[in-house]
Every structure is written in structure tokens, then in C-alpha cells.
């Protein structure tokens, strides 16, 4: 089996292979660092490659040739955000103020893929404290787009869906604050997932927003997204928002809906006020294509308002900058990262490392927050945006109360160039108009590839489901993802352009 076999194999087909003794961990390592070695130039899809990737993978096949029972996936590849702690490898959140910083600890995430026998390839590409959707924002330089190398990859984490369609890595982590996991893998033809809040633990996330990061999947499709879930989900004692539940099997769910190719019985709800004139052309095109092939599989299309959806940006850009600022606050030169040598005061210190450390979009969202968080402006913003996701959380139970699931675009346009819109953080923030809804709400939420635009890059779908039904989406979405992938002669994200020498 050649390398591009092997980088071109989905996660649950090497996974496959591994177990079988086809393959060695060491030889799909290394098929997958060889990519990474020959792509990622152009790309720029990693911050730091893992040294000891293959170290880790000879001692998975070592195990595995003792006789040694192994988790289904030991051996894998897996790429990670740089927004998850890791030992023994920088964690940088995108940021010149984490520069180098090597943590003392695992995120909880990572220390499970770990103990599943998963080889981290290392450690991916963001937008600075996962503010952007572009990655644009990131202090170490822009992703690129594989489709498209003068795209822009999504945000923040446009790294983690970079690599993964690129077929640097079979599997990805990523969070997701307001579509961070969505967005990216949108305009990226992968498929990524935003669990519920507090189905997976949060430990080891250098935090953004504590009420709406997410730690999820990225891959190429729903049934390794489901993989990777199982792995990564569950009670963590560390994490005091994590959920204490029983979770059934996702990847279980995938595979049922793969098999089934009906969506009989499902009712599924497109919201009115997602499905409007500031969707592109292209993409709304695809999407209604995608709803009429979901009717032609025995799903009830109905159709639902959520009112409150049009301030969920606006909610979403006071609540997100207030909490940062609070967040970021531990970043004062004192007890770690950067610090930059000023005569006087400590203040005068930490004035001088923050200012140097942080990048534009970080301190402006950090003074947006600081003011809405302020005496006299409490009330009249940060208080406001609250009520309003209560208000998207109740119209969201109401949509529930309809529909089994919900479907909109993942993303309003395809991806847009390198440099566009990053004079204008209004039209950025725009770009999350159809995936901050979810995160206020705290529901689960996945992007899957449902075509081509007109310029021929990818468009997503986005299923949403209710609070703690993560299950019925991998269902719902990977029986839709057959029915997709008969239509258009495969599953998308296998057709992503090569990149050789910077051709498409």
C-alpha cells in the first residue's frame, strides 16, 4: 500500500488496516508526516509537528505485536488544535504571548486520544485565542485553503480542517466558540462537529469564553467524526462544567445512519430566518437542492422561526468579548508567558507584555469586553445579550418542539479570499451568522459537505439537534452524507485538490 493510499484512507478504513496488521502505526505516521513534510509549506496548516510522532507509533505497534488487546483506533494519526494543551509540545493558542510555552500537563481530550493509542502529528494552526473566522488572526501567519490556496481556510481553527482535507491527517481536534469547528470545515469540505456544551471536557482548552468553548472533531466524515467523540467524551472530573452522564456510542449511530439510506420518520426543520437573502446565491442553491434530496429520503421537511436569531450575533459579539477579557486576564508577564523587561512598576511590565503579545484582534475585543463588563454599561449590554440567549434558547426548544433536527448552511458563502474582509471585523463577524446560535444555546451541531459552489469550492450543511441528542445528528448525518455522496460520485472531502508545487 503506497503512502497516498494511506494518507487518502478515511480514519475508520486505517484504523481497519492497523488492526488487520496491513499496516504498521509506524508506516501511516509516517505516510502522513511525509504529506505534511511535502504540503505544508504551502499550507501552513501546522505550528509545530511532533518529533516524537514516530517514537509513539513504533510503541503502539510494539504493544500491538506482544498480543496486547488495543482500542480500534491505537495507531491513527491525529492532528491538534494549538488551542488544547499537549506535553512535551508548544501550546500557543495562535498567540506571540504563549510563544514557546511548553505545558506541564495534557488537555483532557488529548490524554484520552493518548490512552487510545492515537499518534499526535502536532499541533495546528488558529486565529489568536480563536478569535477570527479566517485564521487570519494568527500571530505565526494564515492557513491556506487546499482547495484554493488564495482561500481562506475558515476560523479560528482553519489548521485542523486545512489538514484534514489536505489528507495531512485523517482526524483533527478543534473548538468551537461560535462555529470554530463548523465554519472551518464548511469552506473546507470536511466534516466537523460542535458536541454539547459539556459533553466534552474543556480541561486543558486555554480558554476564550468559558460559556461557549467546545472541544469537537474534525475528519472527512461523519463516522470518524463519531469516532474520535467517543473517544474524547464523557465525565471529566477536572472540568466542572462537564456533564455526568452516560453517552451512548456515536460512531454506533454513524454507521446505522450510513446503512439505513432512508430518513423516514425524521422530521427535519429548516429555520426561515437562516434560509434568507444574505445566504449566497450558490450556497442557498445547494442547500434547497440538499432539503429536496432529504425529502426524496423520507424526511418531513417542515419549517420553523426563530425570531431571535437575528441579535444572535450581536448577543454573541458582547458576551464572547466579555468573557475574554476576563480569561485573558491571567496573561500579566507574572506567572507565565511572554514578559518583556520595562523599567518601573509591575504594571508597567504587564503593560508592555500584553501590548507586545497580544495582536489586534485580541485587544480589541479585550477593550470591547472591559467596557461592556463596566460600571454604569453592565446592564445596559453584557445583561442585554444575556436576555437575548435566553430568548434563542427558548426559541430554540419551541423549533425542537416541531422538528427532530434542524438544517441551515453551515457558512453564508464559500471561502472568501486571503485579506478580504480582515479591515473589516463587521463583515467577519458576519460570517458567523448561521453558527453562533448553536453555542448560546448550547446544542449540538455538525457541518457536512453538500456540494460545490459556483466557484468550486465546498459548501456545508449544518445539522443541529437538541441538548444532549449528539446521537440522532451522527444518524441523521451520516445517512445524509450517503445520500450526498451517491449524488455527487463520492464524499466530497476525497476530492480535494493535491497540492504539488502549489497547483490546485
Request: proline residues 5%.
Amino acid at each position: 500500500m503506497t503512502s497516498q493510499d494511506l494518507t487518502r484512507s478515511s480514519g475508520a478504513e486505517l484504523a481497519g488496516l492497523l488492526a488487520a496488521g496491513d499496516v504498521s502505526s509506524v508506516e501511516a505516521t509516517q505516510a502522513h508526516l511525509d504529506r505534511i513534510a511535502a504540503v505544508d509549506g504551502e499550507l501552513h496548516a501546522f505550528l509545530h509537528v511532533n518529533a516524537g510522532a514516530l517514537d509513539e507509533a513504533r510503541a503502539i505497534d510494539d504493544r500491538r505485536a506482544a498480543g496486547e488487546r488495543l482500542h480500534e483506533l491505537a495507531g491513527a494519526p491525529v492532528a491538534i488544535k494549538d488551542v488544547l494543551c499537549t506535553i512535551g509540545m508548544p501550546s500557543t493558542s495562535g498567540s506571540r504571548i504563549l510563544e514557546g510555552w511548553v505545558p506541564p500537563y495534557d488537555a483532557t481530550p488529548v490524554a484520552r486520544l493518548k490512552a487510545a493509542g492515537l499518534v499526535a502529528l502536532g499541533k495546528t494552526n488558529m486565529d489568536e485565542f480563536a478569535m477570527g473566522s479566517s485564521t487570519e488572526h494568527s500571530a505565526y501567519g494564515p492557513t491556506r485553503n487546499p482547495w484554493d490556496l488564495e482561500r481562506i481556510p475558515g476560523g479560528s481553527g482553519g489548521g485542523s480542517a486545512a489538514a484534514v482535507a489536505a489528507f495531512e491527517a485523517p482526524f483533527a481536534l478543534g473548538s468551537d466558540t461560535g462555529g470554530s469547528i463548523r465554519q472551518p470545515a464548511a469552506v473546507t469540505g470536511s466534516v466537523g462537529v460542535k458536541p454539547t456544551y459539556g459533553g466534552v471536557s474543556r480541561y486543558g482548552a486555554i480558554a476564550l469564553a468559558s460559556s461557549l468553548d467546545q472541544v469537537g472533531p474534525v475528519s472527512r466524515t461523519v463516522l470518524d467524526s463519531a469516532l474520535i467523540h467517543d473517544v474524547i467524551g464523557g465525565h471529566d472530573p477536572h472540568d466542572s462544567t462537564s456533564l455526568q452522564r452516560e453517552w451512548p456510542s456515536f460512531a454506533a449511530a454513524a454507521r446505522e445512519g450510513a446503512a439505513s439510506g432512508s430518513l423516514a420518520g425524521l422530521k427535519v426543520g429548516v429555520i426561515r430566518e437562516l434560509d434568507t437573502d444574505g445566504i449566497a446565491a450558490d450556497v442557498a442553491a445547494r442547500f434547497h437542492e440538499t432539503v429536496a434530496l432529504i425529502e426524496r429520503a423520507g424526511g418531513e421537511v417542515v419549517e420553523v422561526s426563530m425570531p431571535s436569531v437575528e441579535y444572535a450575533v450581536a448577543a454573541y459579539y458582547l458576551i464572547l468579548p466579555a468573557e475574554a477579557s476576563s480569561n485573558l486576564a491571567r496573561f500579566d508577564s507574572v506567572r507565565f508567558g511572554l514578559r518583556v523587561e520595562q523599567g518601573g512598576t509591575v504594571e508597567d511590565v504587564m503593560a508592555a507584555s500584553r501590548e507586545a503579545g497580544f495582536g489586534p484582534e485580541v485587544k480589541r475585543r479585550i477593550i470591547l469586553g472591559t467596557y461592556a463588563l463596566s460600571a454604569g454599561y453592565y446592564d445596559a449590554y453584557y445583561g442585554s445579550a444575556q436576555q437575548v440567549r435566553t430568548l434563542i434558547q427558548r426559541d430554540f426548544d419551541a423549533a425542537f418542539a416541531q422538528a427532530d433536527v434542524l438544517v441551515s448552511p453551515s457558512a453564508p458563502t464559500t471561502a472568501f479570499r486571503l485579506g478580504e474582509k480582515i479591515d473589516d471585523p463587521l463583515a467577519m463577524y458576519a460570517n458567523d451568522i448561521t453558527t453562533i446560535p448553536a453555542n448560546l444555546a448550547g446544542i449540538p451541531g455538525m457541518s457536512i459537505p453538500m456540494g460545490l459552489g459556483d466557484d468550486g469550492l465546498p459548501v456545508g450543511l449544518q445539522l443541529l439537534a437538541p441538548h444532549f441528542e449528539d446521537v440522532r445528528l451522527y444518524r441523521a448525518g451520516a445517512t445524509i452524507e450517503a445520500l450526498l455522496a451517491e449524488q455527487w460520485g463520492g464524499i466530497l472531502a476525497t476530492k480535494a485538490p493535491a497540492l504539488t508545487g502549489g497547483a490546485r
